[in-house]
């Protein structure tokens, strides 16, 4: 069944023959956040960078979306063949959310011997990247997507306003899956509600991530908004974002990125 935006110093820096030559740029954040249609506008409007990006495809246990397609989006398995790859060591199982992913851990090594190679999906897997021991020597560059600013966060995290983030965070999420889900499906099921209840739960924990992300970029626009394709040039935040992701790409940090701390974000249940 199987098949930085400042380059951190590494052994391709002193000349080894033998270095990974391949910047691995993981771009995470939660479901419907606008992670896809982020890498798709990439396409649209900087060509010849995404064109330089290796697109790191893993297996998932869930089914495919509405256009997703096998073998380009995901490699799409059942629960229990993904489950049998804990057993070789050749691949990293995770679970992501309700599902079940694997990643393929000598075809990332391949592809960054090709060139830069990009993950784009949920921030447990680009944590994953980020700490599995056998990538300890890649150059990075971790870019996690929010639908929430920093400012805001510290805002609504405020004594005084007294806000549960986390149950605003996931009303925030559960509005925009269920707008994404309505327009790919038209009627939805109980089980997709329940897909949705838990990824729109998961979000607050994956804000919680942000921090070991190299750079955040805040964007309100997720995969639910039109303003990636109703017209023909992006709009409000998708276009600030895909901007923002653009220049990172080339090495240079834009105005409006973040860098988060630790301690941005309460524990769940907590307010400060």
């Known amino acids: 069944m199987p098949r930085s935006a400042q380059p951190s110093s590494s052994r391709r820096d002193k000349g080894d023959p033998g270095a990974r030559r391949g910047r691995l740029v993981i771009l995470s954040g939660p479901s419907c956040v606008g992670k896809t249609p982020l890498h798709k ?29 096998d073998g380009k989006d995901y490699h799409f398995r059942t629960r229990a063949q993904i489950d049998e ?16 992913q694997a990643l393929d851990i000598p075809e990332l090594e391949s592809l960054l011997q090709q060139g830069d190679v990009l993950f784009e999906g949920s921030s447990f897997v680009g944590r994953a990247l980020q700490t599995n021991s056998r990538l300890a020597s890649v150059n990075r560059l971790s870019i996690f997507i929010s639908p929430l600013s920093k400012e805001e966060i510290a ?69 639910d908004s039109d303003n990636w394709d109703a017209f023909y040039y992006l709009i409000g935040d ?12 080339k090495g240079s940090t834009p105005a409006n990125i973040e860098k988060w701390d630790e301690n941005l974000l309460p524990e769940s249940g907590s307010r400060d």
């Open 85 to 100: 790859l804990r057993s070789d060591n050749r691949y990293a199982v995770l679970e992501v959310r309700a599902d079940l």
């Open 41 to 69: 506008a990439l396409g649209r409007f900087y060509p010849e960078l995404n064109g330089r990006l290796h697109k790191l495809v893993l297996f998932n246990s869930r089914s495919p979306r509405p256009g997703e397609i």
């Open 155 to 223: 805002y609504l995290k405020a004594p005084e306003r007294n806000v549960s983030l986390p149950d605003l965070l996931t009303d925030v999420m559960r509005r925009k899956l269920l707008r994404r889900t309505t327009r790919q499906k038209m009627h939805l099921s109980l089980k997709d509600l329940e897909d949705i209840e838990k990824r729109a739960v998961s979000a607050y924990r994956e804000l919680q991530e942000g921090w070991h992300f190299d750079y955040v970029i805040a964007n309100h626009d997720g995969e």
């Open 238 to 249: 998708a276009r600030k974002s895909l901007d923002a992701f653009a220049e990172l790409l």
